[in-house]
Protein backbone atom coordinates (compact mmCIF):
# COMPACT_ATOMS: atom_id res chain seq x y z
CA UNK A 1 0.00 0.00 0.00
CA UNK A 2 2.72 2.59 0.96
CA UNK A 3 4.51 2.34 -2.35
CA UNK A 4 1.34 2.49 -4.50
CA UNK A 5 0.51 5.50 -2.53
CA UNK A 6 4.31 6.87 -3.10
CA UNK A 7 4.36 5.56 -7.13
CA UNK A 8 0.53 7.97 -7.22
CA UNK A 9 1.86 10.70 -5.69
CA UNK A 10 5.03 10.35 -8.16
CA UNK A 11 3.40 10.39 -11.05
CA UNK A 12 1.26 12.88 -9.84
CA UNK A 13 4.76 15.24 -9.57
CA UNK A 14 5.91 13.85 -13.17
CA UNK A 15 3.25 14.96 -15.47
CA UNK A 16 5.29 17.56 -17.30
CA UNK A 17 5.13 18.35 -20.99
CA UNK A 18 8.02 16.02 -22.45
CA UNK A 19 9.71 19.49 -23.41
CA UNK A 20 9.88 20.61 -19.54
CA UNK A 21 11.34 16.83 -18.59
CA UNK A 22 14.35 17.64 -20.98
CA UNK A 23 14.81 21.50 -19.94
CA UNK A 24 17.57 21.48 -17.38
CA UNK A 25 16.46 23.30 -14.16
CA UNK A 26 18.25 24.97 -11.34
CA UNK A 27 18.21 23.44 -7.90
CA UNK A 28 20.52 23.82 -4.92
CA UNK A 29 22.02 21.50 -2.88
CA UNK A 30 22.88 22.67 0.60
CA UNK A 31 23.24 25.84 -0.90
CA UNK A 32 25.24 25.22 -4.60
CA UNK A 33 23.44 25.23 -7.84
CA UNK A 34 23.03 22.63 -10.18
CA UNK A 35 21.65 22.24 -13.20
CA UNK A 36 19.62 19.05 -13.71
CA UNK A 37 17.27 17.54 -16.09
CA UNK A 38 13.82 18.67 -14.76
CA UNK A 39 12.58 14.93 -15.01
CA UNK A 40 14.51 13.07 -12.39
CA UNK A 41 13.76 12.60 -8.84
CA UNK A 42 15.54 14.55 -6.15
CA UNK A 43 17.85 11.07 -5.53
CA UNK A 44 18.90 11.09 -9.22
CA UNK A 45 19.10 14.62 -9.63
CA UNK A 46 21.65 14.58 -6.95
CA UNK A 47 23.93 11.67 -8.21
CA UNK A 48 23.22 13.82 -11.75
CA UNK A 49 25.21 16.47 -10.00
CA UNK A 50 27.58 14.50 -8.83
CA UNK A 51 26.72 13.19 -5.34
CA UNK A 52 27.58 10.03 -4.61
CA UNK A 53 24.53 8.71 -2.11
CA UNK A 54 26.53 6.32 0.93
CA UNK A 55 23.26 7.46 3.28
CA UNK A 56 19.86 8.84 2.94
CA UNK A 57 19.61 6.44 0.36
CA UNK A 58 18.17 2.57 0.18
CA UNK A 59 15.32 0.55 -1.82
CA UNK A 60 14.42 3.98 -4.24
CA UNK A 61 11.12 2.61 -4.52
CA UNK A 62 9.26 4.78 -1.59
CA UNK A 63 9.70 1.72 1.18
CA UNK A 64 12.48 2.20 3.44
CA UNK A 65 12.08 5.49 4.39
CA UNK A 66 16.09 6.71 4.55
CA UNK A 67 15.08 9.23 1.83
CA UNK A 68 13.63 11.96 3.54
CA UNK A 69 13.89 15.14 2.60
CA UNK A 70 13.14 18.98 3.23
CA UNK A 71 13.31 21.83 0.57
CA UNK A 72 11.45 25.25 -0.40
CA UNK A 73 11.20 27.70 -2.94
CA UNK A 74 12.80 30.61 -2.74
CA UNK A 75 9.19 32.87 -3.10
CA UNK A 76 7.71 30.96 -0.09
CA UNK A 77 8.07 30.61 3.53
CA UNK A 78 7.06 27.38 3.27
CA UNK A 79 9.19 24.10 4.49
CA UNK A 80 8.29 21.06 2.06
CA UNK A 81 8.64 17.70 2.37
CA UNK A 82 9.31 14.22 0.48
CA UNK A 83 11.07 11.30 -0.05
CA UNK A 84 14.09 12.00 -2.33
CA UNK A 85 13.55 8.64 -4.48
CA UNK A 86 10.21 9.81 -5.32
CA UNK A 87 10.01 13.24 -5.60
CA UNK A 88 10.80 14.84 -8.94
CA UNK A 89 12.20 18.19 -8.92
CA UNK A 90 11.28 21.73 -9.48
CA UNK A 91 12.92 24.55 -10.29
CA UNK A 92 14.96 26.58 -7.70
CA UNK A 93 14.28 23.77 -5.20
CA UNK A 94 16.69 24.48 -1.91
CA UNK A 95 17.56 20.84 -0.75
CA UNK A 96 18.79 19.27 2.19
CA UNK A 97 18.66 15.62 2.91
CA UNK A 98 17.53 14.41 6.37
CA UNK A 99 19.12 10.67 6.47
CA UNK A 100 18.95 9.96 10.09
CA UNK A 101 16.66 11.73 12.81
CA UNK A 102 17.80 10.52 16.51
CA UNK A 103 14.49 9.77 18.32
CA UNK A 104 13.39 8.06 21.43
CA UNK A 105 13.72 4.36 20.66
CA UNK A 106 12.13 1.79 23.66
CA UNK A 107 14.20 -1.73 24.05
CA UNK A 108 11.25 -4.39 25.28
CA UNK A 109 9.97 -8.04 24.48
CA UNK A 110 6.93 -8.10 22.79
CA UNK A 111 5.68 -11.23 24.42
CA UNK A 112 6.02 -9.47 27.65
CA UNK A 113 3.84 -6.88 27.13
CA UNK A 114 0.23 -5.76 26.54
CA UNK A 115 -1.70 -4.28 24.19
CA UNK A 116 -3.88 -2.33 26.52
CA UNK A 117 -2.02 1.05 25.75
CA UNK A 118 -0.11 1.41 29.29
CA UNK A 119 2.31 -0.28 28.12
CA UNK A 120 2.78 1.96 25.38
CA UNK A 121 2.65 5.18 27.94
CA UNK A 122 4.99 3.28 30.00
CA UNK A 123 7.69 3.11 27.24
CA UNK A 124 7.05 6.38 25.57
CA UNK A 125 5.72 8.30 28.37
CA UNK A 126 6.73 11.74 25.55
CA UNK A 127 3.17 10.76 24.50
CA UNK A 128 1.25 12.84 26.52
CA UNK A 129 3.73 15.95 25.72
CA UNK A 130 1.68 16.11 22.31
CA UNK A 131 0.15 19.94 21.93
CA UNK A 132 -1.86 19.25 19.44
CA UNK A 133 -0.07 21.31 16.73
CA UNK A 134 -0.72 19.47 13.72
CA UNK A 135 2.86 19.79 11.75
CA UNK A 136 3.69 16.14 12.19
CA UNK A 137 0.43 15.29 9.86
CA UNK A 138 1.81 18.04 7.56
CA UNK A 139 5.45 16.76 7.43
CA UNK A 140 4.50 13.30 7.20
CA UNK A 141 5.40 12.25 2.83
CA UNK A 142 2.87 9.39 3.45
CA UNK A 143 -0.10 11.26 3.92
CA UNK A 144 -0.66 9.88 7.63
CA UNK A 145 -2.69 12.24 9.80
CA UNK A 146 -0.10 11.14 12.40
CA UNK A 147 -1.48 13.94 14.88
CA UNK A 148 -4.22 11.41 15.06
CA UNK A 149 -2.44 8.05 15.40
CA UNK A 150 -0.55 10.09 18.63
CA UNK A 151 -4.24 11.06 19.93
CA UNK A 152 -5.20 7.41 19.42
CA UNK A 153 -2.07 6.77 21.37
CA UNK A 154 -2.79 8.54 24.49
CA UNK A 155 -6.41 6.92 24.69
CA UNK A 156 -4.61 3.85 24.62
CA UNK A 157 -6.38 3.10 21.22
CA UNK A 158 -3.14 0.44 19.68
CA UNK A 159 -5.44 -1.14 17.36
CA UNK A 160 -6.51 2.43 16.07
CA UNK A 161 -2.52 3.52 16.32
CA UNK A 162 -1.21 0.57 14.16
CA UNK A 163 -4.16 1.12 11.75
CA UNK A 164 -3.96 4.49 10.88
CA UNK A 165 -0.23 4.19 10.99
CA UNK A 166 0.34 1.71 8.72
CA UNK A 167 1.58 3.11 5.69
CA UNK A 168 4.58 4.58 7.76
CA UNK A 169 8.01 4.55 6.36
CA UNK A 170 9.78 5.45 9.28
CA UNK A 171 11.54 8.46 7.80
CA UNK A 172 11.58 10.22 10.93
CA UNK A 173 9.87 13.72 9.17
CA UNK A 174 7.48 13.73 11.80
CA UNK A 175 9.75 13.44 14.90
CA UNK A 176 12.39 15.96 13.48
CA UNK A 177 9.67 18.75 13.55
CA UNK A 178 7.97 18.27 16.10
CA UNK A 179 7.90 20.81 18.90
CA UNK A 180 7.08 18.06 21.59
CA UNK A 181 10.27 15.57 20.66
CA UNK A 182 8.02 12.61 20.46
CA UNK A 183 9.38 9.64 18.28
CA UNK A 184 5.92 9.24 16.33
CA UNK A 185 7.39 6.38 14.57
CA UNK A 186 8.75 4.22 17.12
CA UNK A 187 5.73 4.23 19.49
CA UNK A 188 3.58 3.85 16.26
CA UNK A 189 5.49 0.07 15.04
CA UNK A 190 5.49 -0.81 19.14
CA UNK A 191 1.49 -0.42 18.80
CA UNK A 192 1.69 -2.40 15.25
CA UNK A 193 3.72 -4.85 16.87
CA UNK A 194 1.41 -5.20 19.96
CA UNK A 195 -1.20 -5.63 17.20
CA UNK A 196 -0.01 -8.47 14.96
CA UNK A 197 1.38 -10.14 18.46
CA UNK A 198 -1.83 -9.86 20.50
CA UNK A 199 -5.02 -8.72 19.12
CA UNK A 200 -4.86 -9.50 15.47
CA UNK A 201 -6.01 -12.98 14.72
CA UNK A 202 -3.89 -16.12 13.89
CA UNK A 203 -3.39 -17.35 10.53
CA UNK A 204 -4.07 -20.76 10.23
CA UNK A 205 -2.38 -21.04 6.88
CA UNK A 206 0.98 -20.08 7.98
CA UNK A 207 1.03 -22.65 11.47
CA UNK A 208 0.09 -25.01 8.62
CA UNK A 209 2.93 -24.21 6.66
CA UNK A 210 4.98 -23.93 10.09
CA UNK A 211 4.59 -27.31 10.93
CA UNK A 212 4.98 -28.44 6.77
CA UNK A 213 8.46 -26.71 7.52
CA UNK A 214 9.17 -28.52 10.59
CA UNK A 215 8.12 -31.71 9.59
CA UNK A 216 11.06 -31.81 6.97
CA UNK A 217 8.56 -31.01 3.68
CA UNK A 218 11.60 -28.09 2.14
CA UNK A 219 14.39 -29.82 3.18
CA UNK A 220 15.01 -32.11 0.13
CA UNK A 221 14.49 -29.66 -2.41
CA UNK A 222 17.24 -27.14 -0.23
CA UNK A 223 19.40 -29.54 0.29
CA UNK A 224 18.94 -29.78 -3.99
CA UNK A 225 19.38 -26.39 -4.77
CA UNK A 226 22.38 -26.24 -2.40
CA UNK A 227 24.34 -28.77 -4.33
CA UNK A 228 23.39 -27.31 -8.18
CA UNK A 229 26.48 -25.72 -9.65
CA UNK A 230 26.81 -22.34 -9.98
CA UNK A 231 25.32 -21.82 -14.32
CA UNK A 232 22.38 -24.49 -13.39
CA UNK A 233 21.83 -22.07 -10.92
CA UNK A 234 21.66 -19.33 -13.16
CA UNK A 235 19.60 -20.80 -15.72
CA UNK A 236 17.21 -21.93 -13.08
CA UNK A 237 16.64 -18.65 -12.03
CA UNK A 238 16.37 -17.19 -15.31
CA UNK A 239 13.93 -19.84 -16.37
CA UNK A 240 11.54 -19.79 -13.23
CA UNK A 241 7.73 -19.17 -13.36
CA UNK A 242 7.04 -15.95 -12.43
CA UNK A 243 3.53 -14.85 -11.42
CA UNK A 244 2.28 -12.50 -13.95
CA UNK A 245 1.30 -8.61 -13.49
CA UNK A 246 -2.14 -8.64 -12.31
CA UNK A 247 -2.72 -12.39 -11.88
CA UNK A 248 -5.85 -13.87 -10.13
CA UNK A 249 -6.10 -14.30 -6.92
CA UNK A 250 -6.07 -17.71 -6.80
CA UNK A 251 -3.16 -17.95 -9.27
CA UNK A 252 -0.75 -21.26 -8.88
CA UNK A 253 2.52 -21.71 -10.50
CA UNK A 254 2.32 -24.75 -12.96
CA UNK A 255 4.52 -26.78 -10.99
CA UNK A 256 2.76 -26.68 -7.41
CA UNK A 257 4.76 -29.76 -5.47
CA UNK A 258 5.87 -26.68 -3.04
CA UNK A 259 2.57 -24.86 -2.71
S1 LIG B 1 4.17 17.63 15.90
FE1 LIG B 1 4.40 16.74 17.93
S2 LIG B 1 3.31 18.15 19.29
FE2 LIG B 1 2.63 18.63 17.20
S3 LIG B 1 0.76 17.36 16.94
FE3 LIG B 1 2.48 16.15 16.18
S4 LIG B 1 3.10 14.90 17.94
FE4 LIG B 1 1.82 16.57 18.74
S1 LIG C 1 4.58 8.99 10.28
FE1 LIG C 1 6.53 10.10 10.49
S2 LIG C 1 8.11 8.55 10.17
FE2 LIG C 1 6.18 7.70 9.38
S3 LIG C 1 6.17 8.21 7.20
FE3 LIG C 1 5.08 9.85 8.26
S4 LIG C 1 6.63 11.41 8.69
FE4 LIG C 1 7.72 9.52 8.16
S1 LIG D 1 15.31 5.26 -0.83
FE1 LIG D 1 13.85 4.04 0.27
S2 LIG D 1 12.14 5.41 0.47
FE2 LIG D 1 13.54 6.51 -0.76
Not at 10 to 28: N, Q, Y
Not at 173 to 187: D, G, I
Not at 201 to 208: G, I, S, T
Request: glycine share 6%; with cysteine; charged share 25%.
Amino acid sequence: MAAQKQKARATKVSKKKPEETRKLVPIFIMGQRYMVPGSLTIQKAMEYAGFQLVRGCGCRGGICGACGTVYRFPDSHRIEVGLACQTVVQPDMYLAQIPFFPANKAVYDIEKLSPTGSDVAKLYPEIFKCIGCNVCTKSCPMDIDVMEYVARAIRGDVAGVAELSFDCVMCGLCAARCPAEEAQYNFAILCRRLYGRHIAPRAKHLAERIREIEKGRFDRPLQNLMQTQHDKMVTLYKEREIEPDMADEDWTPGDARYV
